[in-house]
T-cell receptor, first 114, second 114 residues
């Protein structure tokens, strides 16, 4: 499967725990984007990364959220001390080139905070 | 604030008819425009991308872009029940925070009536 891969597909955490979401871009793609979709809301851009670099994190909440895309391995979105308001679908997308290029989405991770 | 506006619907269209979906955007510097389809509980699936003024056709789908009017539309010909989904308009804004990601409208819920 050469598409964007995300895991886990479903994640349940209790308030105060940490959530780690993983994303492997489409083969040949080096640009990764994270989006969040709250219930009944639109998709919101969070962060854009290239290998070992955060390019644009203007959509990321200032506290508790971080992202990385190491030289080896998947991109990781990390949410510390989760709260119920973090419950959402988190989608990763990748593109061959940056910015205006077409983005292809992974299946998403549904995070539920109890 | 940079925005993408869509009529949330639902838009109900008889099977075999043409479905017309519309989208306006606020940033004149926007560079690229996309239509995604999202079934309930699934991830966005790319339908069309369009970068220059005019029409672009792909099978039963035609995207139309008018940068002067800041308007993008999607036509679906010979609508099928399987086209029933939420259609998301996404725009890559030209500059500013978040410009590296896509700005999404909230989507139009399309229902194709058999």
């Amino acid at each position: 499967n050469a598409g964007v891969m995300q895991n886990p597909r479903h994640l349940v955490r209790r308030r105060g725990q940490e959530a780690r979401l993983r994303c492997s871009p489409m083969k040949g793609h080096s640009h990764v984007y994270w989006y969040r979709q709250l219930p009944e809301e639109g998709l919101k851009f969070m962060v854009y990364l290239q290998k070992e670099n955060i390019i644009d994190e203007s959509g990321m909440p200032k506290e508790r959220f971080s992202a990385e895309f190491p030289k080896e391995g998947p991109s990781i979105l990390r949410i510390q001390q989760v709260v119920r308001g973090d419950s959402a679908a988190y989608f990763c997308a990748s593109s061959f080139q940056g910015r205006a290029d077409t983005q292809y989405f992974g299946p998403g991770t549904r995070l539920t905070v109890l | 604030q940079k925005e993408v506006e869509q009529n949330s619907g639902p838009l109900s269209v008889p099977e075999g008819a043409i479905a017309s979906l519309n989208c306006t955007y606020s940033d004149r510097g926007s560079q690229s425009f996309f239509w995604y389809r999202q079934y309930s509980g699934k991830s966005p699936e790319l339908i069309m991308s369009i970068y220059s003024n005019g029409d672009k056709e792909d099978g039963r789908f035609t995207a139309q872009l008018n940068k002067a009017s800041q308007y993008v539309s999607l036509l679906i010909r010979d609508s099928q029940p399987s086209d029933s989904a939420t259609y998301l308009c996404a725009v890559n804004m030209g500059s500013g925070g978040g410009a590296d990601g896509l700005t999404f409208g909230k989507g139009t819920h399309l229902i194709i009536q058999p």
